[in-house]
């Protein structure tokens, strides 16, 4: 049977790609020229690297040659004149009113282009400004290809708008900085998921200002901006450290959910199995807490910071690689997993969604956003989604509601003020694994069945948040934003947790838990950012202080359960009826936290970064059965240093020095409180723009964590710290738009992950726990352009994890897997219809796996089908 589904996938596969193979072949008979689309090859507001000469091959073909040469329009001269909100950007020429132009956005570049035009005029074919205006960092005007202009204005702070006049002079576009929009009565441009449309054609006769046409929301494989590395908005090529971002295009082409979606990074290992409450993340070797627009929920504990599967009302993944604390706080060295919500638009945007697939997977989602008054100063976005699925394992099943919304208001001309907040309602049973002899290791009685599963208990969990951003500018060079998040988590689980396995091989022990937690979290984070200059050396200030509370109260019981034939189980047999462990408890932590930051722009090509943080921490633990309390404090200071250097524009060579911490909860055996663990960072890499709308990243580090705690070998009930780990890596990532409809998203990482010093000697030169020499991941997708098959594409993606440690001693291995995913799609205006397939020729292999008791099985060939409409 699993012959068959291997090779009638393989088939699908096959006849998908010959459609298309003929439907490209059909576009370029005979090595004529044809239009491809509305996304053609962008050209870079620089030299980039692709711009070499190619030999004459079809691909080349397809992007230089035009055949409608006649009918071109020709812009004589661009001039950029300061208006009283911002500039306005004219292309001259006496044919305004043939140009239909069509718009696209990249974070803060307001694109677009203009078909059937070309720049011919004296100073060349190419249009460059800096700063023309308070809030505008750059304007430029290039031929992107022998038929098509692009004009491009990229925003200081957010995306400009863009209203559209035909005048005598010929077409000119009215821009408006990001910051001048929040109060403007004119409507402006707003990003809106949607196929690309061109505008209406400008009437000669009038030059009222007429909208574009919004072409996409942050649609692309490349997102070249990002906040999660500074707190502020910066370019990506301009911070001295390795940062990945899986964008929202990335993650609906994949139908990802949480799990599978960080399969994309390839330093992070997601250590929970794919049923879990939440995800347990390593990156570079290190565990991590997750963070939610750049904060870290207290408790030490981010795993929570997005509970259940799914990634409703998260816009994309940004990975901070390396050390992280003078951003968050306390975080281990590895970096940071950081989730992006989804903000309100400004026009109106429907979305809905429907997916079944196999193991009865039913999944509804809407995302809905728009203006609540005629000025468009109040918007709101509305996500939710309902999910009820199986496993492929015989107890495993979610039952998952989502509800998060948003709502913002421009209170003034600098001041806007969101409020925001999330639902969930997750129920579920958690898989605790299998043991590692009878999966991973021989067993004399066979290999345990794939879909067993052995937990018979429940857990449900409710989690609310909620809280507000407010953003106010002072002047044209000072800001300031505060946020205000309370979050509570009500969890109430009962289960069979697996204590080893028997001698006979085939009988695991369990014992029965009950356990009832309380979580509540408050965080406020204020920034005041600033921009001046000290002679010619340019500054971007930032001052942060963080503020938090941090409180959990939780019940448990356990009792003894009957043993269970791993190979012949029998549920349902009763538990003790004497409580062999109790506890109730309550822990609060209070902390505070200060960050210094400055971003120095020495010249053009050389930027330095100079960041420090101090953090205070106090925790207290109350046993409430033994009416005992306990308290410690700590303080740590993390710096970090980076520096970035261009030699030519699309190239940044970057090196950087950076400290984490965590604490060490507990006290020694002499009752002495422990230093914080460190981590240290050095850090060098390459960033290069291949094309406008393609990036690669290669690092090289090398991290360091101490004071890492081991226990005491004359009494285990304490801790001692003299233990060391080590990680040295190599990461190298690819994102973008190789052609016109064909998006690629690559990486590949190695990671060396050692204990160098303990005081158990059996884990001394060995890996650590669950972590991999080796993994790769590429998602590539095609969309046929042109002709009778428009709109039709498919993707492949192969996801390669090497070979893990199963613990620290290294006893025993989770051997490597890839496995191979592929979609087909069709996309006409607003209908979308999918079906993606995973693990494609159904491997047997190994998902993750917490010690020797505790391995997870990965989910065999897996169906969905999906169909989404936009209004």
């Known amino acids: 049977m699993r012959l068959i589904k291997s090779l009638s996938g393989l088939m699908f596969t096959a006849s998908v790609f010959i459609l298309i193979t003929q439907s490209v072949l059909a576009e370029t008979d005979g090595g004529n020229s044809v239009e491809i689309g509305d996304k053609s090859k962008s050209v870079s507001t620089m030299p980039q690297l692709s711009e070499v000469e190619l030999p004459q091959t079809n691909a080349a073909l397809l992007l230089t040659q035009n055949p409608d040469a006649e009918a071109i329009v020709e812009i004589t001269g661009v001039s950029i004149n300061q208006t009283e909100k911002g500039v306005e950007v004219i292309l001259e020429t006496a044919k305004g009113d043939a140009l239909q132009p069509v718009q696209k956005n990249e974070g803060n570049k307001l694109i677009i282009d203009i078909p059937n035009s070309q720049l011919r005029y004296k100073d060349g074919d190419t249009f460059r400004q800096e700063k023309p205006f308070a809030g505008i960092a750059e304007v430029l005007v290039v031929n992107q290809d022998n038929n098509t202009i692009q004009v491009k204005v990229t925003g200081e702070t957010g995306l400009p708008i863009v209203e559209l006049f035909d005048g005598d002079e010929g077409l000119i576009f009215g821009v408006t900085p990001a910051a001048v929009t929040q109060q403007s009565q004119t409507p402006p441009v707003e990003e809106k998921p949607t196929s690309e449309t061109p505008q209406e054609q400008a009437s000669a006769e009038t030059d009222e200002p007429i909208e574009l046409v919004v ?100 816009e994309r993944i940004e990975v901070l690689q390396g050390p992280s604390s003078v951003l968050f706080g306390s975080s281990p060295p590895g970096g940071t997993v950081n989730f992006i919500t989804k903000q309100p638009l400004r026009n109106p945007y429907y979305f809905a969604e429907a997916t079944v697939g196999s193991f009865n997977f039913y999944r509804g989602e809407i995302d809905l956003s728009g203006p609540l008054d005629d000025d468009k100063k109040v918007l709101y976005r509305l996500n939710a989604s309902y999910r009820d699925q199986q496993f492929f394992t015989e107890l495993g099943r979610t039952r998952n509601l989502v509800i998060a919304p948003v709502v913002s208001a421009a209170l003034g001309e600098n001041t806007n003020l969101s409020f925001g907040g999330i639902y969930k309602d997750i129920s579920f049973n958690a898989d605790f694994g299998l043991p590692a002899v009878g999966t991973v290791l021989p067993n004399p009685n066979g290999r345990i069945p794939r879909d067993r599963m052995t937990n018979e208990g429940s857990t449900n969990l409710v989690q609310g948040r909620i809280g507000y951003t407010l953003d106010h500018k002072f002047s044209e060079n000072w800001s300031v934003s505060n946020t205000f998040r309370y979050e509570s988590i009500n969890d109430v689980s009962t289960g069979y947790f697996p204590l080893g396995l028997e001698s006979d091989n085939r009988t695991q022990t369990r014992y029965y838990f009950a356990d009832d937690g309380q979580e509540h979290d408050y965080k406020m984070v204020t920034n005041i950012i600033g921009k001046f200059s000290t002679g010619s050396i340019q500054h971007q200030l930032l001052i942060g202080v963080d503020v938090g509370r941090y409180e959990n109260t939780s019940s448990s019981q356990e009792r003894d359960a009957a043993s269970i034939d791993l190979f012949n189980p029998i549920f349902g047999q009763p538990i003790g009826t004497e409580v062999t462990f109790e506890d109730r408890s309550r822990r609060a932590l209070d902390s505070f936290g200060i960050v210094l930051q400055d971003q120095i722009t020495f010249a053009e090509n050389l930027k330095f970064l100079i960041s420090g943080r101090f953090d205070t921490f106090t925790e207290t633990n109350q046993n409430l059965i033994g009416n005992t309390e306990t308290s410690q404090s700590l303080s740590a200071f993390s710096p970090r240093l980076g520096i970035v250097y261009q030699p030519i524009a699309p190239i940044s060579l970057y090196a950087n020095y950076s400290r984490a911490f965590e604490p060490a909860i507990g006290r020694t055996r002499d009752q002495s409180l422990f230093d914080p663990t460190r981590g240290t960072q050095y850090e060098v890499g390459v960033k290069a723009d291949l094309s406008d709308r393609l990036s690669t990243t290669l690092a090289f580090y090398e991290i360091t964590r101490s004071n890492v705690l081991t226990p005491d070998p004359v009494d285990d009930r304490f801790s001692v710290q003299t233990a060391e780990q080590r990680s040295r890596g190599i990461e190298l990532s690819f994102a973008g738009e190789i052609l016109p409809g064909w998006n690629v998203f690559a990486s590949y990482a190695y990671n060396d992950a050692r204990t160098t010093e303990s005081n158990i000697p059996d884990e001394v030169g060995k890996r650590l726990s669950r972590t991999s020499p080796h993994g790769a991941s590429l998602w590539t997708t095609y969309q046929i352009q042109k002709g009778d098959l428009q709109g039709l594409g498919v993707g492949l993606g192969l996801f390669y994890v090497g070979d893990r440690a199963g613990d620290n001693a290294n006893t025993f291995e989770i051997p490597s897997y890839l496995t191979i995913d592929a979609s087909i799609f069709y996309k006409q205006d607003r209908f979308r219809a999918a079906i993606n397939i995973k693990n494609l020729f159904d491997v047997e292999y190994f998902e993750s796996a917490f010690n020797r008791n505790r391995v997870h099985i990965g989910a065999p060939f897996t169906v969905q089908g999906t169909i989404s409409w936009t209004f």
């Not at 502020?232 to 929202?248: G, K, N, Y």
């Not at 929970?272 to 990156?283: E, G, H, L, M």
């Open 215 to 314: 072409t996409g929301q942050q649609d692309g494989y490349r997102v070249p901006n990002t906040t999660t590395g500074t707190r502020t908005d910066t370019p990506l090529r301009d911070i001295p450290q390795s940062i990945q971002i899986i964008p929202q295009q990335v993650l609906r082409d994949q139908r990802a959910d949480l799990g599978s979606a960080l399969l994309n990074a390839p330093s992070v290992r997601n250590a929970a199995p794919t049923n879990f409450d939440s995800v347990r993340i390593q990156t570079r070797g290190f565990f991590s807490a997750p963070a939610l627009d750049g904060i870290i929920p207290g408790g030490f504990n981010g795993a929570r910071v997005n509970v259940g599967p799914d990634l409703t009302g998260i």
